[in-house]
């Protein structure tokens, strides 16, 4: 097979990617280990940043998105059952957070793709980039035929366990770690959200009261690390939500049975540089925010973004300028990402262990941010997202 262009990775970073380039006249290829229905399957991410509605409009990927989602202007922090930060979002920066889950939006992407006739080979096994600083070829195996992709440059869309950050030489790369003692555990109910975006720290742990649609919810609670799904029954779940949201706000909880129910581990982490010759990366195969700022989506797209332009210049302008800057300009967005979701996580979870010093530092920083609206304004912005 030959084409311009071979995303390894069918998430959102990879998918999205794919049809900037159909609409720059850029052909792809696309290459996921998993089936499509897996895929599909996934539940993650649900709030998007101003910036990354603006982009879904601008390709024309909106129009279940405008339909379907539900607008987000504040955002609620509550601290310890004592006092509740009401961040405006609206008020202090004119935009706002949009919720609308990741699992629509990859379903319109596959959708998309499939009416346009892109390539798209899934469930694939042993996907393997090489050819960097020469001529760019993939190899995979697929229901034991093999398969060879050759193309002037190879994307790497492949997550964080993926492939191609690994297909960097280890000696260029250099990585930064931080990983979190707790990880979150997530349950989707068929059950009316609550209408606040609630983010609480309890003694207990952390809590996130989201949502998905007018009758879809999506809570999280802090977990340790080792507790498996099997540890929480339902009923410890919504003991756990009642227990660590503030009575106040207990009328709005509506518990339902789970419908599904995960455990995710939190962890930064940063992988530089993101292009070696001919291989780019992008979203989380470079790059993992814990949830906690609600980035590593957004981020996704925003690399996607800056790679569809320098690509775009490359193959209609000739111009090589962006894609050498490339891994710089997206690098500026991921490190204020991997800094926002970093000062939320600390603030609002309860880490084992904690020295005396530390809790009143958190203490006393939630106290600024509770009365001072400036420290609130630059916090706004950071969550409705940075300029792309
Ligand atoms: P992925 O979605 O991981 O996609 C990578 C794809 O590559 C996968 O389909 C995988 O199967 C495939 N792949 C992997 N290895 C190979 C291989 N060797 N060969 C071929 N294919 C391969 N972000 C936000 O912005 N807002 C939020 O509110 C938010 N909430 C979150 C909540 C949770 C619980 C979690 C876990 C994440 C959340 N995120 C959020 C993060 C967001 O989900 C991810 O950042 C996003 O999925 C990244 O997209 P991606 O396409 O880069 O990677
Ligand atoms: C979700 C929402 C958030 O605000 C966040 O920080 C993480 C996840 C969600 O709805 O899945």
């Given at each position: 097979v030959k084409t311009d262009v071979t995303i390894i990775g069918g998430g959102p970073a990879g998918m999205l990617l794919a049809h900037m380039l159909d609409q720059s006249g850029i052909r792809s290829v696309v290459i996921e280990r998993k089936t499509r229905e897996y895929v599909l399957g996934r539940i993650r991410a649900g709030m998007l940043e101003a910036g990354t509605v603006d982009i879904f409009r601008q390709f024309g990927l909106a129009e279940r998105l405008d339909r379907e989602c539900m607008i987000q202007e504040k955002v609620h922090y509550g601290y310890e059952g004592k006092d509740t930060l009401v961040l405006d979002l609206k008020a202090h920066t004119g935009r706002w957070l949009t919720a609308y889950g990741q699992t629509a939006l990859t379903e319109e992407l596959y959708k998309e793709h499939e009416r346009a006739g892109r390539p798209l080979f899934d469930a694939?096994?042993?996907?393997q980039p090489e050819g960097f600083k020469s001529s760019p070829v993939t190899t995979f195996t697929k229901e034991g035929q093999s398969y060879r992709v050759e193309s002037q440059y190879i994307v790497g869309?492949?997550?964080?366990?993926?492939v191609s950050r690994n297909a960097i030489p280890k000696d260029i790369r250099k990585e930064w770690t931080r990983e979190y003692p707790f990880g979150w555990l997530g349950v989707l109910a068929e059950v009316p959200p609550m209408p606040q975006l609630f983010y609480a720290r309890h003694s207990d742990g952390f809590v996130l009261a989201s949502k998905r649609t007018p009758t879809l919810s999506r809570y999280y609670v802090q977990v340790p690390t080792?507790?498996?799904?099997?540890?929480?029954?339902d009923d410890r779940f919504w003991d756990a939500i009642y227990t660590r949201l503030p009575e106040s706000h207990h009328g709005h909880v509506t518990p339902g049975p789970s419908i599904e129910k995960s455990i995710a581990p939190l962890r930064s982490f940063v992988s530089e540089p993101m292009q070696y010759g001919r291989l780019f990366l992008a979203g989380d195969a470079a790059h993992i925010v814990p949830p906690t700022g609600a980035k590593g989506l957004n981020l996704a797209v925003s690399d996607v973004y800056y790679l569809h332009r320098a690509l775009d210049a490359a193959f209609n302008?000739?111009?090589q300028h962006m894609l050498e800057n490339y891994g710089q300009t997206a690098l500026r967005r991921v490190w204020a990402a991997i800094n926002l979701s970093w000062r939320l996580t600390k603030l609002m979870h309860v880490f084992p262990g904690e020295a005396s010093f530390e809790a009143k530092l958190r203490d006393s920083e939630f106290d600024l941010l509770l009365h001072n609206p400036c420290m609130q304004a630059a916090i706004a912005h950071e969550k409705v997202g940075l300029k792309i």
């Open positions: 694939v096994q042993d996907a869309c492949d997550g964080s366990h993926g080792l507790d498996t799904t099997r540890d929480w029954s302008q000739n111009n």
